[in-house]
């Protein structure tokens, strides 16, 4: 039994650098694997040669397999050198269990990994018994020191990141073509020689050499996903729910948004609080389904998973979204939620914040305001303050950071112990914090509260905004694209506009045609909105953009460029994106009227073939 190679690459990486890339596939293992959903890690203690204890599912025989396993001898292609791993000092040992992300496709494994100075092994159990030989790959990365002596007699020491397996004649049948997800052993999490090979060992190479590679629970910006959880729970549930929920919802979705997004992104929030949440009754050692209120609470999904979940809570939105007749175990009101009315969210153990947008950071606010023992979780979005939107304290963060840092310290300043999670959602605002713990006692709650009062006064005056209360937004929101004036006062604006632009002779040759085209003059804005009357003007002002969110709606007629509006010469876009753009294809249908063919007076610079839009009756 031998150690036999598979890749390797040249390494000018430290032995931190090695250690922290081989880190990210052994605790962030989803990283890496489409298959994998988490790793659950259980350090085993030293004992005799290797590091070793405490699991009473290891038994002796699977000790000496793994002295077997690394004491074999390993030779390095490069250098043509033969060595082996005698060197145990330092090295650890943990039971790593790769839990799937599908269930049904794929089953729980267990696997050893040993840590010595220069090398990580993987060595595979099976799922049945952890005493029986591996059944699939074992595998190790090492960073090792090549010695190479030149012609000149000269000494070249070169580090190499080096991909082995173990016992060559131990392979899987991988070509077949047709098997489900080739690149793993069926139905297992264990990973196969293609997939090392081709996938992993390139990013453990690329994560060495990167000196900013870190695992992300190092990194002072973001804690690593689901660590609040247990991740394997997540695992499991989601699975359970976004079947039992996810499939049906997403079949009728009523909505214009997305169903891919918003229906699996709801199935995962409603996963993560119901494992949070029963975490909580185990430490509180009750069997009582908590309640709640999801504030802003928008399609309702949320709220009917969980209700549908047996605990009992209600959502409440200013607007009715169609999606609630078909939620009919949903407990939800069409209601406005200010942070001085508390009558609605009185009696409910925790309030939710899922994107709730101006009301983020008051729902810490109102969690305390309700009563000590009120709980919140919020999915901070939109960046709004108290009382208007955010503005950036500093500048060495990004927007978003900063404003999670904010939420952060509302929570504090209203006494709790806020723990910051990342969510595994569609989003790229995936940040969340909860608020389950007070970290004062409960007699000094009034005055906490009277603490409270001061620092969202305090806020509110820093923002120098007029209005110092809270603002709830209009039950219908007022669309502002200018999309809402008459068709006849925005005909009667492009038809002015035009005619001033054409003005301007500038003629260029039609290569297609040879004829002469006008491509007109250049205006700024300003010039352009003086030629209207005050009542015109004084409409696009109130749908807010003004002529330029005008002009910019009638795309295929004028083009805007520093500030200033001319014609769209369609020929010279052509060229500009011929690279970047696709021309239409046969079997598409032309359905819009192209503007500069029936109304410009030299006709469009294109032919009907070339033309985006219809010429005619053609």
């Known amino acids: 039994m031998a150690w036999f190679e598979l890749g390797s690459t040249k390494s000018s990486c430290s032995a931190d650098a090695f250690c922290n890339s081989v880190k990210i596939w052994i605790e962030r293992p989803n990283i890496c694997s489409k298959v994998v959903s988490c790793a659950k890690i259980d350090d085993i203690k030293c004992k005799g040669s290797l590091i070793?204890?405490?699991?009473?599912?290891?038994?002796?025989?699977?000790?000496?397999?793994?002295?077997?396993?690394?004491?074999?001898?390993?030779?390095?292609?490069?250098?043509?050198?033969?060595?082996?791993?005698?060197?145990?000092?330092?090295?650890?040992?943990?039971?790593?269990?790769?839990?799937?992300?599908?269930c049904e496709i794929h089953h729980a494994c267990h696997e050893l990994i040993i840590t010595t100075e220069e090398a990580v092994f993987f060595i595979p159990l099976q799922p049945d018994s952890l005493s029986k030989s591996p059944e699939h790959t074992t595998y190790m990365f090492n960073n090792h020191s090549c010695m190479l002596e030149s012609e000149s007699s000269i000494t070249d020491e070169q580090y190499r990141i080096t991909l082995f397996v173990f016992n060559k004649s131990q392979t899987e049948n991988e070509s077949k073509p047709n098997q489900l997800l080739t690149k793993f052993a069926k139905r297992s999490c264990h990973a196969t020689r293609q997939w090392l090979t081709e996938k992993l060992f390139p990013l453990v190479c690329k994560w060495s050499n990167d000196e900013?590679?870190?695992?992300?629970?190092?990194?002072?910006?973001?804690?690593?996903?689901?660590?609040?959880?247990?991740?394997?729970?997540?695992?499991?549930?989601?699975?359970?729910?976004?079947?039992?929920?996810?499939?049906?919802?997403?079949?009728?979705?009523?909505?214009?948004?997305?169903?891919?997004?918003?229906?699996?992104?709801?199935?995962?929030?409603a996963t993560y609080l119901l494992v949070l949440w029963e975490q909580e009754r185990e430490l509180l050692g009750t069997s009582k389904l908590q309640s709640f209120v999801d504030i802003g609470c928008g399609n309702g999904l949320l709220v009917h998973i969980l209700n549908s979940e047996k605990h009992p809570g209600k959502g409440i939105d200013i607007r009715k979204r169609k999606v609630w007749e078909v939620l009919s175990k949903a407990n939800l009101e069409e209601d406005v939620v200010t942070p001085e009315d508390l009558s609605t969210l009185q009696g409910y153990d925790w309030l939710l914040g899922n994107h709730s947008d101006e009301l983020t950071p008051w729902i810490?606010?109102?969690?305390?305001?309700?009563?000590?023992?009120?709980?919140?979780?919020?999915?901070?979005?939109?960046?709004?303050?108290?009382?208007?939107?955010?503005?950036?304290?500093?500048?060495?963060?990004?927007?978003?950071?900063?404003?999670?840092?904010?939420?952060?310290?509302?929570?504090?300043?209203?006494?709790?112990?806020?723990?910051?999670?990342?969510?595994?959602?569609?989003?790229?605002?995936?940040?969340?914090?909860?608020?389950?713990?007070?970290?004062?006692?409960?007699?000094?709650?009034?005055?906490?509260?009277?603490?409270?009062?001061?620092?969202?006064?305090?806020?509110?005056?820093?923002?120098?905004?007029?209005?110092?209360?809270?603002?709830?937004?209009p039950k219908v929101e007022k669309i502002q694209n200018c999309t809402k004036m008459k068709r006849t006062v925005q005909q009667q604006i492009v038809e002015t506009i035009v005619k001033k632009l054409l003005s301007v002779v500038n003629m260029k040759e039609n290569?297609?045609?040879?004829?002469?085209?006008?491509?007109?003059?250049?205006?700024?804005?300003?010039?352009?909105?003086?030629?209207?009357?005050?009542?015109?003007?004084?409409?696009?002002?109130?749908?807010?953009?003004?002529?330029?969110?005008?002009?910019?709606?009638?795309?295929?007629?004028?083009?805007?460029?520093?500030?200033?509006?001319?014609?769209?010469?369609?020929?010279?876009?052509?060229?500009?994106?011929?690279?970047?753009?696709?021309?239409?294809?046969?079997?598409?249908?032309?359905?819009?009227?192209?503007?500069?063919?029936?109304?410009?007076?030299?006709?469009?610079?294109?032919?009907?073939?070339?033309?985006?839009?219809?010429?005619?009756?053609?």
């Open 364 to 473: 810490p606010v109102m969690a305390s305001r309700c009563s000590y023992n009120t709980r919140y979780w919020v999915l901070p979005c939109c960046f709004f303050d108290f009382n208007c939107k955010f503005e950036r304290s500093q500048s060495t963060n990004g927007q978003y950071r900063d404003y999670l840092n904010f939420v952060n310290s509302v929570g504090s300043e209203c006494g709790f112990q806020v723990m910051e999670d990342v969510m595994r959602i569609p989003s790229t605002k995936r940040v969340c914090y909860v608020g389950m713990k007070k970290n004062y006692p409960k007699n000094e709650h009034s005055i906490k509260l009277q603490s409270i009062e001061r620092y969202v006064t305090s806020r509110c005056d820093e923002t120098k905004y007029e209005n110092l209360n809270f603002v709830p937004r």
């Open 52 to 102: 070793w204890n405490k699991c009473s599912d290891l038994p002796k025989s699977t000790e000496d397999l793994c002295i077997d396993v690394v004491a074999a001898p390993v030779t390095c292609l490069y250098c043509n050198k033969s060595f082996r791993n005698n060197n145990f000092k330092n090295a650890k040992v943990v039971l790593r269990k790769l839990v799937p992300r599908n």
């Open 212 to 269: 900013n590679t870190k695992l992300p629970k190092d990194s002072k910006k973001f804690p690593t996903s689901l660590s609040l959880i247990d991740k394997e729970k997540y695992s499991i549930l989601y699975q359970e729910l976004k079947r039992k929920y996810g499939l049906e919802l997403a079949k009728v979705w009523p909505e214009v948004t997305d169903p891919q997004k918003y229906v699996y992104e709801d199935v995962a929030i």
């Open 511 to 618: 290569i297609e045609t040879g004829k002469s085209w006008n491509m007109g003059g250049s205006l700024p804005l300003h010039e352009a909105a003086a030629l209207l009357d005050e009542k015109t003007r004084n409409e696009m002002k109130n749908e807010c953009g003004g002529l330029q969110t005008l002009m910019r709606n009638y795309h295929q007629i004028f083009q805007i460029r520093n500030g200033n509006v001319q014609l769209r010469d369609w020929s010279l876009t052509q060229t500009r994106r011929k690279r970047k753009r696709k021309h239409l294809a046969d079997s598409a249908v032309k359905t819009k009227q192209c503007w500069f063919h029936i109304s410009h007076p030299d006709g469009c610079p294109l032919s009907n073939a070339k033309c985006n839009f219809l010429h005619g009756n053609q």
